[in-house]
C-alpha cells in the first residue's frame, strides 16, 4: 500500500487521540500527518510513532496541502463548514459526524458489513453513529440469513460517547459536583436522553440508529424503533436488540452464523455467568454478543445483548478500517 499523507480533524479529542493510537497498532502506511483542532489546543503536542507532532490551529487554508485523506472527528459543524473545502482539494473524507451520513451520494460505511459501497464515495465518506456500527455488524449476517422484519432497540450507552465532557461530568457527579455536559446528574442516575429531542419524540440518536441501520442494510422496509439511554458507565456501549424475522431458525444455527463472523465475539455461557460487559471490552475492536435467546412474544423472534467499545470500533477502529478501504484505491 502507498504511504499516505494524512490529516486528522479533532486530533486532541476522545475520538482523534484514539484514531492516532489505532493508526499505530494497525501499521497504517502514513506519510506526513497533520493534526488540526479548535484555537484552543494550538501547539499542543501529541506523539505519534514515537515522533512528536505540533497540533495546527484547523483554517479554510488547512487543506493547502498534499493531503491524500482527512479524518474528521471535531463535530457536526466543522465537518459541514471543512469536508467540502477538503473534498475540493481532491482529498477523501472520512468524517465521524453525522453531518453528512444521510446525503444520498455519501456511503455510510461497517467494513464488515457493506464495504463495497466505497466504490460509489464522491469525496466524503461517513462513519456511522457509535451505536448503530457495533449493532448492524451481528444484524448483517442475521438478515442475509432470516431476513429482519422488525427490530426493538434499547440502548445503555457510556458516557465517553459524549466526549471528553461526558466523562468530567460522571468524574465530577460522582464527587458530587455539578454537571455541565448533561441537562441533568449522570452519576448514580440514567437519563433517557442522547442527544436534542425531535418533533417526533424521538431523540435525534434514536432517529440516527433507525435511519443509519436502513442505510447500511440497504434495506428501507425494515421496521425499526429506538429508546436510547445514557448510563453511569464510562466506556463501552450496550445494546439489548429484539428481532423479529420473516423466516424461522433454529438457535444453533444463529450461533454458527454469528461466530463465523471475523469481527464478532460470541460470550455466552449463562450457567456460569459469561455474558458481555463493559469493563471486559473496554480497549477491543470487535463487537460482543450473548444473551442469545428465543423471544418469546412473537413468532420467529431473537433478543441479543450486544457490547462494544464506542470510542474504538464506534468510532476509531471503523473509521481507520475505512481509510485503509480507500487507501487501497490511492
Ligand atoms: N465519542 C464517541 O463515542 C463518538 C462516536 C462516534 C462519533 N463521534 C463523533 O466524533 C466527533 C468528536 O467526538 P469526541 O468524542 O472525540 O469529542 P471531544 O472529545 O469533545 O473532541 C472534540 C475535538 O474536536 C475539536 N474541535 C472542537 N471545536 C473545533 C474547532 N472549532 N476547530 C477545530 N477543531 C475543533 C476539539 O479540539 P480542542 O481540543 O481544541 O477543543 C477536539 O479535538 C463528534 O462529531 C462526535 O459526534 C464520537
Known sequence: MKKINLAVVGATGMVGRTILKILEERSFPVNNLYLYASAKSKNTKLTFDSKEYIVE????????????IALFSAGGDISKKYAPIAKEKGIIVIDNSSAWRMEK??????????SGDIAWHNGIISNPNC????????????HDAYKIKRIVYSTYQAVSGSGIGGIKDLENGIKCLSNEKYPHPIAYNCLPHIDIFMD????????????????????DTLRITATTVRIPVKNCHSISVNLEFEKSFELDDVYSCLKENKGIIV?????NNIYP??????????????????DLSVENGLNLWVVA??????????????????????
Open 57 to 68: 490551529e484547523l483554517n479554510e487554508s488547512s487543506f493547502d496541502k498534499n493531503i491524500d
Open 105 to 114: 451520494n455519501v456511503p455510510l460505511i461497517v467494513p464488515e458489513v457493506n
Open 267 to 271: 460470550q455466552d455461557d449463562v450457567k
Open 277 to 294: 460487559m463493559p469493563i471486559n471490552v473496554d480497549g477491543t475492536d470487535q463487537v460482543y454478543v450473548g444473551r442469545i435467546r428465543r
Open 200 to 219: 417526533n419524540g424521538y431523540t435525534k440518536e434514536e432517529m440516527k440508529m433507525i435511519d443509519e441501520t436502513k442505510k447500511i442494510l440497504n434495506d
Open 131 to 142: 451505536s448503530t456500527i457495533q449493532v448492524v455488524v451481528p444484524l448483517k449476517p442475521l
Open 309 to 330: 467499545d464506542n470510542i474504538r470500533k464506534g468510532a476509531a477502529t471503523n473509521a481507520v478500517q475505512i481509510a485503509e478501504l480507500a487507501a487501497k484505491n490511492l
